[in-house]
């Protein structure tokens, strides 16, 4: 069953960008991402930052040129739509053009983190699984490494699992047709990069429950800490933490040996550490020589 409804208050944004590849304009009007004509709905603006950002998802990143070459517009109308893709939390800006690749002060779009790193994090969330027995109580962050656990939770039945990740409470929701999973939906202010809920009620739900364990992942570890470029994000991983006996963190090797803006908790406070078999050896060798337990996914 699914218990604790949630309320959902959209944030600006739009919906992540799909998988799907860009499609180049035809003469005569823009086609939409389906190859239809665009719909009364849709601006053309709108639907042009749509497939703008579907091209720097796909690609990595793109020249200004570039994107403007493609779409038929000037170089100054696709600087504007990369400023505001940036206000959104879509892309990342540099000089020339747009990237969603991560940086100190941004994280990459849920869409670019669901294509990145696949296997390395299906193992990850294998190794991670064995920590998880039935009649535990679990919550579950809004990473993409996480999300591979749940369809390893009906085999651990019965669990309690709570998470603020709208794509792991789909995924949840579907698992408690047939298996007993009880599902714990923590809302507050919908964020859309992240396809979370985020924000002080968040903060506050997550602070009124204690679980067994918490399973996270996080976009930069160093030999000492762990740490995040965005505030809401760092407020709500301490939380999360101060809720759990046990504290796991499920990071793959290109998340090692980096710094972001804001520090979330000293790799101490952790259980354990779960990464891949690519970890960088020294990083490795600092963990052990400072007694942080980690643990390497094969």
């Known amino acids: 069953m699914i218990a604790t409804p949630v309320t959902v208050e959209k944030g600006p944004g739009e919906n992540p960008a799909s998988s799907r590849p860009p499609h180049q304009p035809p003469r005569g009007g823009m086609a939409s991402s389906d190859g239809g004509r665009d719909t009364p709905h849709e601006s053309k603006t709108e639907l042009r930052k749509r497939l703008v950002t ?36 879509v892309v990342r800006k540099f000089h020339g053009g747009g990237t969603a690749q991560p940086s100190g002060v941004f994280e990459s779009q849920i869409s670019s983190r669901l294509a990145s790193m696949a296997a390395q994090k299906t193992a990850i969330a294998h190794a991670a699984l064995a920590y998880v027995h039935p009649g535990m109580s679990i919550l579950l962050d809004d ?56 924000g002080v009620q968040t903060n506050q739900q997550v602070r009124g429950i204690h679980v067994d364990a918490v399973f996270m992942s996080t976009a930069a570890v160093s030999t000492t800490d762990m740490f995040h470029q965005e ?15 046990k504290r796991y963190l499920l990071v793959d090797h290109t998340k090692l040996n980096r710094l972001a803006l804001l520090q979330i908790a000293a790799l101490t406070e952790l259980d354990l550490i779960i990464t891949d078999a690519d970890a960088d050896p ?9 007694g942080i337990a980690f643990e390497i996914a094969r």
């Open 54 to 89: 579907e091209a720097v998802l796909e690609a990595g990143s793109a020249t200004a040129q570039d994107l403007a070459s493609r779409f038929g517009v000037s170089i100054v109308t696709i600087h504007r739509d990369l400023d505001e893709l940036e206000r959104r939390g």
């Open 143 to 198: 990473s993409t490494t996480v999300l591979k656990m749940i369809d390893g939770l009906p085999d651990r039945a019965p669990l309690h699992v709570a998470t603020t990740f709208v794509t792991g409470l789909r995924q949840l929701s579907e698992l408690t047709r047939d298996h007993n999973l009880t599902v714990i939906g923590i809302g507050g202010r919908y964020d859309t990069a992240h396809d979370s809920f985020v």
């Open 231 to 245: 505030e809401q994000i760092v407020a709500l991983k301490r939380e999360m933490l101060n809720s759990a006996s």
């Open 282 to 290: 020294a990083v490795l060798a600092a963990w052990s020589a400072a």
